[in-house]
T-cell receptor, first 116, second 113 residues
Framework: GAVVSQHPSWVICKSGTSVKIECRSL??????MFWYRQFPKQSLMLMAT?????????EQGVEKDKFLINHASLTLSTLTVTSAHPEDSSFYIC????????????FGPGTRLLVL | QKEVEQNSGPLSVPEGAIASLNCTYS??????FFWYRQYSGKSPELIMF????GDKEDGRFTAQLNKASQYVSLLIRDSQPSDSATYLC?????????????FGTGTLLAVQP
């Protein structure tokens, strides 16, 4: 199968600090990675699409200066939540598309962020 | 606004019964559809995808697609308590530099032992 990991799985931080979340495809090269956010009892909301070596494409309403995405290689994408506030507390999930496998997205286990 | 609609449930079925989960989509341009299962507190895991009209079977799961009616469904045969989860339907939206999935809000399935 296609394994996607995320680190950390849990993070608690103070308001105003920045938090970096890593997303890695462990056994395949990912042409594209996606970042989602999910609030309790709601569905996944796409935040941005990330392609290796190029700037991320952000969805409408997502602040690119607040949610910094770096896709440094075909196996790693990072999301940095800058100056986090309590309203940023959420479940952040990444997904990846394996090269040559169409559009199927494989999801990481998610990172739960709590901003105090 | 391209949307994917699902009944939030909960859908309650007895163990061993067939669970039927339904989904409608608004964008006629969508060609591929995905079903994911999400356990509480976990991330989604892929069950199957479908892009042709008709049925597609994989083990206890059957996905059905009717493009004329813009309707997708997932049948789970011989439902088990371990199938209790939220089932997310997603439509692949074509456009821009990258295609992206539009998710429904999910249907909560409860399989009663």
């Amino acid at each position: 199968g296609a394994v996607v990991s995320q680190h950390p799985s849990w993070v608690i931080c103070k308001s105003g600090t920045s938090v970096k979340i890593e997303c890695r495809s462990l056994d395949f090269q990912a042409t594209t990675m996606f970042w989602y956010r999910q609030f309790p009892k709601q569905s996944l909301m796409l935040m941005a699409t990330s392609n290796e070596g190029s700037k991320a494409t952000y969805e409408q309403g997502v602040e690119k200066d607040k949610f910094l995405i770096n896709h440094a290689s075909l196996t790693l994408s990072t999301l940095t939540v800058t100056s986090a506030h309590p309203e940023d507390s959420s479940f952040y999930i990444c997904s990846a598309i394996r090269q040559g496998e169409g559009e199927t997205q494989y999801f990481g286990p998610g990172t739960r962020l709590l901003v105090l | 606004q391209k949307e994917v609609e699902q009944n939030s449930g909960p859908l309650s079925v007895p163990e061993g019964a067939i669970a039927s989960l339904n989904c409608t989509y608004s964008d006629r341009g969508s060609q591929s559809f995905f079903w994911y299962r999400q356990y509480s507190g976990k991330s989604p895991e892929l069950i199957m995808f479908i892009y042709s009209n008709g049925d597609k079977e994989d083990g206890r799961f059957t996905a059905q697609l009717n493009k004329a009616s813009q309707y997708v469904s997932l049948l789970i045969r011989d439902s088990q308590p371990s199938d209790s989860a939220t089932y997310l339907c997603a439509a692949l939206n074509y456009g821009g530099a990258t295609n992206k999935l539009i998710f429904g809000t999910g249907t909560l399935l409860a399989v009663q032992p």
